[in-house]
């Protein structure tokens, strides 16, 4: 069992940064494949990054490449996500969330665990 929370939202003004945390809690954590994911209202929860379980091994969504960074600290257990240049289009609840797997990593579905996500609001 691993539960997650998050934290770090708030709002920012467009070209800002934030720094998303997602502290997870359980022996086991180390072990899973975390993503972070997005939803913004009326459009589906979207995939924006993922780190592996070991090494630093990252994928990233078109839309936030180069500008968003997915880190991992195990003996921590949290997964940190830092975003600049940030834009109005960033805005949603921001959810992390991890799996044993590496298949399907980039869709919702699979993931064994959620957070209760964090607001990001990026204003122009």
């Known amino acids: 069992q691993v539960e997650l929370v998050e934290s770090g939202g708030g709002l920012v003004q467009a070209g800002g940064s934030l720094r998303l945390s997602c502290a997870g809690s359980?022996?086991?954590?180390?072990?899973?494949?975390m993503g972070w994911f997005r939803q913004a209202p009326g459009k589906e929860r979207e995939f924006v990054a993922a780190?592996?379980?070991?090494?630093?091994?990252?994928w990233y969504a078109d839309s936030v490449k180069g500008r968003f960074t997915i880190s991992r600290d195990n003996a921590k257990n949290t997964v940190y996500l830092q975003m600049n240049s940030l834009k109005p289009e960033d805005t949603a609840v921001y959810y992390c969330?991890?799996?044993?797997?590496?298949?399907?990593?980039?869709?919702?579905?699979?993931?064994?665990?959620w957070g209760q996500g964090t607001q990001v609001t990026v204003s122009s």
């Open positions: 780190h592996s379980w070991s090494g630093s091994v990252t």
């Open positions: 969330a991890a799996r044993s797997s590496i298949v399907g990593l980039t869709t919702p579905r699979g993931y064994d665990y």
């Open positions: 359980g022996r086991t954590f180390s072990r899973y494949y």
